[in-house]
Protein backbone atom coordinates (compact mmCIF):
# COMPACT_ATOMS: atom_id res chain seq x y z
CA UNK A 1 0.00 0.00 0.00
CA UNK A 2 1.53 3.27 -0.80
CA UNK A 3 1.79 6.35 1.24
CA UNK A 4 -0.69 7.96 -0.59
CA UNK A 5 -3.03 5.41 -0.04
CA UNK A 6 -2.38 5.11 3.17
CA UNK A 7 -2.64 8.74 4.22
CA UNK A 8 -6.03 7.86 2.82
CA UNK A 9 -7.16 5.96 4.73
CA UNK A 10 -5.79 7.66 7.84
CA UNK A 11 -7.80 11.02 6.52
CA UNK A 12 -10.80 8.97 6.46
CA UNK A 13 -10.45 7.72 10.13
CA UNK A 14 -9.70 11.28 11.49
CA UNK A 15 -12.51 12.57 9.85
CA UNK A 16 -14.51 10.30 11.66
CA UNK A 17 -13.10 10.73 14.59
CA UNK A 18 -13.31 14.64 14.18
CA UNK A 19 -16.51 15.30 16.50
CA UNK A 20 -14.67 16.11 19.66
CA UNK A 21 -10.85 15.45 20.47
CA UNK A 22 -12.24 14.67 23.79
CA UNK A 23 -13.89 11.58 22.69
CA UNK A 24 -11.19 9.70 20.99
CA UNK A 25 -9.02 11.05 24.16
CA UNK A 26 -11.82 10.19 26.66
CA UNK A 27 -13.15 6.98 24.98
CA UNK A 28 -16.16 8.17 25.84
CA UNK A 29 -16.90 9.08 21.91
CA UNK A 30 -14.14 10.24 19.31
CA UNK A 31 -12.65 13.64 17.64
CA UNK A 32 -13.69 16.63 15.75
CA UNK A 33 -14.61 21.93 15.43
CA UNK A 34 -14.51 28.93 16.76
CA UNK A 35 -15.76 31.60 18.35
CA UNK A 36 -18.57 33.18 16.05
CA UNK A 37 -18.09 30.28 13.24
CA UNK A 38 -21.79 29.91 11.92
CA UNK A 39 -22.55 26.68 10.49
CA UNK A 40 -23.43 26.93 6.64
CA UNK A 41 -26.87 27.34 5.80
CA UNK A 42 -28.84 24.56 4.08
CA UNK A 43 -31.58 25.02 2.61
CA UNK A 44 -35.30 24.08 3.63
CA UNK A 45 -34.33 21.53 6.47
CA UNK A 46 -36.66 19.00 7.61
CA UNK A 47 -37.79 18.56 11.09
CA UNK A 48 -35.71 17.19 13.46
CA UNK A 49 -36.79 13.76 15.04
CA UNK A 50 -37.85 13.59 18.60
CA UNK A 51 -34.92 12.26 20.82
CA UNK A 52 -36.35 9.08 23.00
CA UNK A 53 -36.45 10.47 26.56
CA UNK A 54 -34.33 9.58 29.35
CA UNK A 55 -34.97 7.22 32.42
CA UNK A 56 -34.80 9.72 35.47
CA UNK A 57 -33.53 13.01 35.16
CA UNK A 58 -31.33 12.27 32.45
CA UNK A 59 -27.88 13.88 31.46
CA UNK A 60 -26.48 16.86 32.92
CA UNK A 61 -27.66 19.90 32.34
CA UNK A 62 -25.89 23.24 34.36
CA UNK A 63 -26.93 26.92 33.58
CA UNK A 64 -25.40 30.74 34.27
CA UNK A 65 -27.20 33.77 34.37
CA UNK A 66 -27.12 37.26 35.46
CA UNK A 67 -29.22 40.05 34.71
CA UNK A 68 -29.57 39.96 31.05
CA UNK A 69 -27.56 36.71 30.06
CA UNK A 70 -28.04 32.99 30.28
CA UNK A 71 -25.71 30.38 29.34
CA UNK A 72 -26.89 26.31 29.45
CA UNK A 73 -24.49 24.21 29.37
CA UNK A 74 -25.15 20.59 28.30
CA UNK A 75 -22.52 17.51 28.40
CA UNK A 76 -22.70 15.87 25.61
CA UNK A 77 -21.38 12.32 24.00
CA UNK A 78 -20.37 12.52 20.67
CA UNK A 79 -20.45 8.73 20.06
CA UNK A 80 -23.87 6.69 20.67
CA UNK A 81 -25.65 3.56 19.73
CA UNK A 82 -28.75 4.65 17.63
CA UNK A 83 -31.75 4.93 19.62
CA UNK A 84 -30.34 5.36 23.19
CA UNK A 85 -32.98 7.52 25.04
CA UNK A 86 -31.23 10.73 26.26
CA UNK A 87 -33.89 13.27 25.79
CA UNK A 88 -35.35 15.44 29.01
CA UNK A 89 -37.98 18.22 29.11
CA UNK A 90 -35.12 20.18 30.76
CA UNK A 91 -32.93 19.75 27.88
CA UNK A 92 -35.63 20.39 25.27
CA UNK A 93 -37.30 23.81 27.53
CA UNK A 94 -33.54 24.65 27.30
CA UNK A 95 -32.99 24.27 24.12
CA UNK A 96 -35.81 26.03 22.80
CA UNK A 97 -35.10 29.15 24.76
CA UNK A 98 -31.98 29.46 23.37
CA UNK A 99 -31.13 32.05 21.09
CA UNK A 100 -27.66 30.80 20.01
CA UNK A 101 -26.57 27.08 19.95
CA UNK A 102 -22.55 25.88 20.35
CA UNK A 103 -20.83 23.27 19.85
CA UNK A 104 -16.94 22.11 20.05
CA UNK A 105 -16.69 22.32 16.23
CA UNK A 106 -18.84 23.97 13.89
CA UNK A 107 -16.62 23.06 10.46
CA UNK A 108 -16.99 18.79 12.02
CA UNK A 109 -18.68 17.63 8.54
CA UNK A 110 -15.51 18.95 6.72
CA UNK A 111 -12.99 16.16 6.01
CA UNK A 112 -10.30 18.35 4.30
CA UNK A 113 -9.46 19.42 7.73
CA UNK A 114 -8.32 16.54 9.05
CA UNK A 115 -7.18 15.22 6.28
CA UNK A 116 -4.46 18.38 6.28
CA UNK A 117 -3.13 18.31 9.44
CA UNK A 118 -3.08 14.71 9.22
CA UNK A 119 -0.70 14.81 5.82
CA UNK A 120 1.33 17.58 7.97
CA UNK A 121 1.61 16.41 11.39
CA UNK A 122 0.61 12.87 11.20
CA UNK A 123 3.39 11.05 9.11
CA UNK A 124 6.95 11.27 9.49
CA UNK A 125 8.31 8.46 7.29
CA UNK A 126 12.52 9.65 9.14
CA UNK A 127 11.01 8.80 12.26
CA UNK A 128 8.98 5.22 12.15
CA UNK A 129 6.85 3.88 14.89
CA UNK A 130 9.19 0.69 14.59
CA UNK A 131 12.34 3.22 15.74
CA UNK A 132 10.75 5.06 18.72
CA UNK A 133 8.59 1.93 20.42
CA UNK A 134 10.38 -0.68 22.37
CA UNK A 135 10.08 -4.27 20.55
CA UNK A 136 7.66 -5.41 22.77
CA UNK A 137 5.35 -2.12 22.60
CA UNK A 138 5.92 -2.14 18.61
CA UNK A 139 4.46 -5.87 18.40
CA UNK A 140 1.86 -4.96 20.83
CA UNK A 141 0.78 -2.42 18.27
CA UNK A 142 1.27 -4.69 15.20
CA UNK A 143 -1.86 -6.59 16.39
CA UNK A 144 -4.27 -4.62 17.42
CA UNK A 145 -3.58 -3.05 14.47
CA UNK A 146 -4.50 -6.18 12.78
CA UNK A 147 -7.51 -6.13 15.00
CA UNK A 148 -8.71 -2.76 13.06
CA UNK A 149 -7.91 -4.43 9.24
CA UNK A 150 -4.45 -2.71 9.20
CA UNK A 151 -1.10 -3.85 11.05
CA UNK A 152 2.27 -2.28 12.32
CA UNK A 153 4.12 -2.34 8.59
CA UNK A 154 1.24 -0.55 6.92
CA UNK A 155 1.02 2.56 9.92
CA UNK A 156 4.77 2.76 10.72
CA UNK A 157 5.24 6.05 9.83
CA UNK A 158 2.39 7.56 11.50
CA UNK A 159 2.61 9.62 14.43
CA UNK A 160 2.10 7.84 18.03
CA UNK A 161 -1.16 10.23 18.23
CA UNK A 162 -2.42 9.20 14.48
CA UNK A 163 -1.73 5.77 15.12
CA UNK A 164 -3.39 6.08 18.43
CA UNK A 165 -6.64 7.57 17.14
CA UNK A 166 -6.97 4.30 14.70
CA UNK A 167 -6.52 2.10 16.97
CA UNK A 168 -9.09 3.86 19.52
CA UNK A 169 -11.20 5.20 17.70
CA UNK A 170 -12.61 1.83 14.92
CA UNK A 171 -13.82 -0.24 18.18
CA UNK A 172 -16.52 2.00 19.09
CA UNK A 173 -18.20 2.20 15.26
CA UNK A 174 -18.02 -1.76 15.73
CA UNK A 175 -19.59 -1.87 18.42
CA UNK A 176 -22.17 -0.02 16.80
CA UNK A 177 -21.25 3.79 18.20
CA UNK A 178 -22.40 6.15 15.45
CA UNK A 179 -21.61 9.77 15.20
CA UNK A 180 -24.75 10.35 13.31
CA UNK A 181 -26.12 9.40 16.27
CA UNK A 182 -24.16 11.43 18.90
CA UNK A 183 -25.18 13.91 21.05
CA UNK A 184 -24.02 16.68 19.39
CA UNK A 185 -24.78 16.05 15.81
CA UNK A 186 -28.68 15.45 16.75
CA UNK A 187 -28.99 18.97 17.99
CA UNK A 188 -26.97 20.64 14.93
CA UNK A 189 -29.81 18.81 12.71
CA UNK A 190 -32.44 20.28 15.65
CA UNK A 191 -30.72 23.95 15.51
CA UNK A 192 -31.05 23.49 11.78
CA UNK A 193 -34.52 22.93 11.32
CA UNK A 194 -34.92 25.46 14.13
CA UNK A 195 -33.38 28.11 12.23
CA UNK A 196 -31.15 28.66 14.84
CA UNK A 197 -27.43 30.59 14.61
CA UNK A 198 -24.40 27.40 15.06
CA UNK A 199 -21.44 28.44 16.36
CA UNK A 200 -17.94 26.73 16.96
CA UNK A 201 -16.08 27.42 19.87
CA UNK A 202 -12.74 26.16 17.88
CA UNK A 203 -11.78 24.58 14.63
CA UNK A 204 -11.42 21.08 14.04
CA UNK A 205 -7.87 21.83 12.99
CA UNK A 206 -7.03 23.57 16.15
CA UNK A 207 -7.92 20.11 17.85
CA UNK A 208 -5.90 18.11 15.54
CA UNK A 209 -2.98 20.56 16.17
CA UNK A 210 -3.11 20.55 20.01
CA UNK A 211 -3.01 16.66 20.37
CA UNK A 212 -0.37 16.40 17.64
CA UNK A 213 1.65 18.90 19.17
CA UNK A 214 1.88 16.82 22.36
CA UNK A 215 5.62 15.70 23.45
CA UNK A 216 6.32 12.62 21.59
CA UNK A 217 6.86 10.89 25.13
CA UNK A 218 3.31 11.51 25.75
CA UNK A 219 1.73 10.64 22.34
CA UNK A 220 3.94 7.56 22.88
CA UNK A 221 2.21 7.30 26.18
CA UNK A 222 -1.06 7.61 24.68
CA UNK A 223 -0.76 4.98 21.55
CA UNK A 224 0.13 2.51 24.28
CA UNK A 225 -2.56 3.06 26.40
CA UNK A 226 -4.80 2.35 24.10
CA UNK A 227 -2.87 -0.52 22.22
CA UNK A 228 -2.63 -2.47 26.19
CA UNK A 229 -6.73 -1.22 27.21
CA UNK A 230 -8.30 -2.14 23.63
CA UNK A 231 -10.76 -4.53 25.14
CA UNK A 232 -11.41 -2.18 27.48
CA UNK A 233 -12.27 1.37 24.50
CA UNK A 234 -15.64 -0.52 24.48
CA UNK A 235 -16.96 -1.61 27.67
CA UNK A 236 -15.39 1.87 29.52
CA UNK A 237 -17.38 4.19 26.60
CA UNK A 238 -20.58 1.79 28.04
CA UNK A 239 -19.38 2.76 31.53
CA UNK A 240 -19.37 6.57 30.86
CA UNK A 241 -22.92 6.70 28.34
CA UNK A 242 -24.69 4.42 31.02
CA UNK A 243 -22.79 7.23 33.75
CA UNK A 244 -23.70 10.44 31.70
CA UNK A 245 -27.27 9.01 31.21
CA UNK A 246 -28.15 8.98 34.89
CA UNK A 247 -26.35 12.12 35.11
CA UNK A 248 -23.08 11.28 37.23
CA UNK A 249 -20.85 13.47 36.48
CA UNK A 250 -18.24 12.74 38.98
CA UNK A 251 -18.22 9.17 37.66
CA UNK A 252 -17.85 10.38 34.08
CA UNK A 253 -15.13 12.44 35.02
CA UNK A 254 -13.35 10.00 36.87
CA UNK A 255 -13.60 7.33 33.71
CA UNK A 256 -12.21 10.48 31.47
CA UNK A 257 -9.91 11.17 33.71
CA UNK A 258 -8.04 7.07 33.17
CA UNK A 259 -7.57 8.20 29.50
CA UNK A 260 -5.84 12.09 29.91
CA UNK A 261 -4.99 12.77 33.14
CA UNK A 262 -3.55 9.24 34.60
CA UNK A 263 -1.98 8.51 30.76
CA UNK A 264 0.16 11.68 30.54
CA UNK A 265 -0.41 15.76 31.70
CA UNK A 266 0.00 16.57 28.09
CA UNK A 267 -2.49 14.73 27.27
CA UNK A 268 -4.75 16.15 29.80
CA UNK A 269 -3.77 19.64 28.71
CA UNK A 270 -3.80 19.17 25.03
CA UNK A 271 -7.65 17.79 25.46
CA UNK A 272 -9.18 19.65 28.38
CA UNK A 273 -6.72 22.67 29.97
CA UNK A 274 -5.97 24.64 27.03
CA UNK A 275 -9.71 23.91 25.52
CA UNK A 276 -11.04 24.96 28.46
CA UNK A 277 -9.93 27.85 29.04
CA UNK A 278 -10.35 29.26 26.07
CA UNK A 279 -14.06 28.10 25.73
CA UNK A 280 -14.35 30.22 29.39
CA UNK A 281 -13.17 33.27 27.92
CA UNK A 282 -15.52 32.89 24.98
CA UNK A 283 -18.82 31.87 27.90
CA UNK A 284 -17.33 35.25 29.64
CA UNK A 285 -17.87 37.38 26.26
CA UNK A 286 -21.41 36.02 25.93
CA UNK A 287 -22.53 36.75 29.44
CA UNK A 288 -21.03 40.37 29.08
CA UNK A 289 -23.43 40.66 26.75
CA UNK A 290 -27.33 39.65 26.49
CA UNK A 291 -29.61 37.01 25.21
CA UNK A 292 -29.31 33.10 25.79
CA UNK A 293 -27.41 30.46 24.14
CA UNK A 294 -27.05 26.43 24.47
CA UNK A 295 -23.78 25.17 24.48
CA UNK A 296 -23.42 21.38 24.02
CA UNK A 297 -19.84 20.02 24.02
CA UNK A 298 -17.97 16.28 25.55
CA UNK A 299 -19.34 16.09 28.85
CA UNK A 300 -15.72 15.97 29.91
CA UNK A 301 -14.93 19.29 29.75
CA UNK A 302 -18.07 19.71 32.44
CA UNK A 303 -17.50 16.84 34.51
CA UNK A 304 -13.82 16.61 36.01
CA UNK A 305 -11.10 18.72 37.25
CA UNK A 306 -10.01 22.03 35.23
CA UNK A 307 -13.39 21.93 33.88
CA UNK A 308 -15.22 24.75 32.09
CA UNK A 309 -17.47 25.10 35.06
CA UNK A 310 -14.44 24.91 37.43
CA UNK A 311 -12.99 27.42 35.55
CA UNK A 312 -16.21 29.73 35.00
CA UNK A 313 -17.03 29.31 38.86
CA UNK A 314 -12.86 30.80 39.83
CA UNK A 315 -14.05 33.86 37.93
CA UNK A 316 -16.96 34.51 39.99
CA UNK A 317 -19.56 33.20 37.77
CA UNK A 318 -22.13 31.09 39.95
CA UNK A 319 -23.14 27.75 38.09
CA UNK A 320 -26.28 25.83 38.82
CA UNK A 321 -27.17 22.11 38.10
CA UNK A 322 -30.77 22.02 36.43
Known amino acids: MTLANRMGQAANHVSRLALGVCAALAASAVLAAFPGAAHAEQAAPAAAAAIPRAEGAGPPLWVVRDADSTVYLFGTIHYLRP ?6 DKVDAAFAGADQFW ?9 TVAAAVAQQHGVTPERPLSSILSAEDFAAFDKAAQGVGANGAALDAYRPWLAAFIVAGTAPLQAGYRPDAGVDKTLMERARAEGKAIHGFETADRQLRLIAGMSEEAQ ?7 VRNGGQIVPKLDQTVAAWLKGDAAEVGRLNRVDTRDIHEDVHRAALIV ?3 DWTDQIETMMKGSGSAFVAVGVAHLADQDSVIDMLKARGFTVERL
Open 83 to 88: GTAWGS
Open 103 to 111: VEVADQDDP
Open 220 to 226: IAYLNNY
Open 275 to 277: RNA
